[in-house]
């Protein structure tokens, strides 16, 4: 079985340019989740969807953040403007349904993007 | 004060020994994870469990849900074992994560 796939895995900068991520998640899952992890600190979510709605997005900064999945498989995170603090990994993540408790969310192997 | 505290943050050993990683929680839980991420690498789940004990080759994890406490346990370790140990709780519908324990295994 694929894992999930993200693109590009590095992205270098320069401040107030924008920059977009890609995610594939594993086919057949429900639920998608971006997750921005600094460096030192745990993932932090940025966004939740549940097939192509939106469950929770209230950590994304949405002055300049944005995300979506349009037909609830692949997904896109975009910044537009960089800021130097959004330099860290980007982790994509899915699971086959979040109504179900307890579920196993697989992980990407990340976008590390530094913002120069 | 986070919802999620692991101990100790960083920890270094020599091959072979027994290790055991520490994290406490301070909310309602559905089921709490234990994940693997090796520098450069994405993550790995390595356990999921709501009450009692997993164990999976080398790997043991235990829960204690009235403490709200759960160790995680590596024995026989190896340089390879080197990696951050991520605890995270799942609570309606999300995980919350700490933030991380980082361990090198010398030979």
């Known amino acids: 079985e694929a894992g999930v796939a993200q693109s590009p895995r590095y992205k270098i900068i320069e401040k107030r340019q924008s920059v977009a991520f890609w995610c594939n998640p594993i086919?057949?899952?429900?639920?998608l989740y971006w997750y921005q992890q600094i460096l030192g600190q745990g993932p932090k979510l940025l966004i939740q969807?549940?097939?192509?709605?939106?469950?929770?997005d209230s950590q994304l900064p949405k002055d300049r953040f944005s995300a979506e999945r349009l037909k609830g498989v692949d997904s896109t995170l975009k910044i537009q403007p960089a800021k130097l603090e959004d330099s860290a990994v980007y982790l994509c993540a899915s699971s086959l349904d979040r109504r179900r408790a307890q579920e196993t969310q697989y992980f990407g192997p990340g976008t590390r993007l530094l913002v120069l | 004060k986070n919802e999620v505290e692991q101990s100790p943050q960083n920890l270094t050993a020599q091959e072979g020994e027994f290790i055991t990683i520490n994290c406490s929680y301070s909310v309602g839980i559905s089921a709490l994870h234990w994940l693997q991420q090796h520098p450069g690498g994405g993550i790995v789940s390595l356990f999921m469990l709501s009450s009692g004990k997993k164990k999976h080759g080398r790997l043991i994890a235990t829960i204690n849900i009235q403490e709200k406490h759960s160790s995680l346990h590596i024995t026989a370790s190896h340089p390879r074992d080197s990696a951050v140990y991520i605890c995270?709780?799942?609570?309606?519908?999300?995980?919350?994560f700490g933030t991380g324990t980082r361990l090198q295994v010398f030979p």
């Open positions: 969807f549940q097939n192509n709605g939106v469950v929770d």
């Open positions: 086919s057949g899952h429900a639920t």
């Open positions: 995270a709780v799942g609570s309606t519908d999300k995980l919350i």
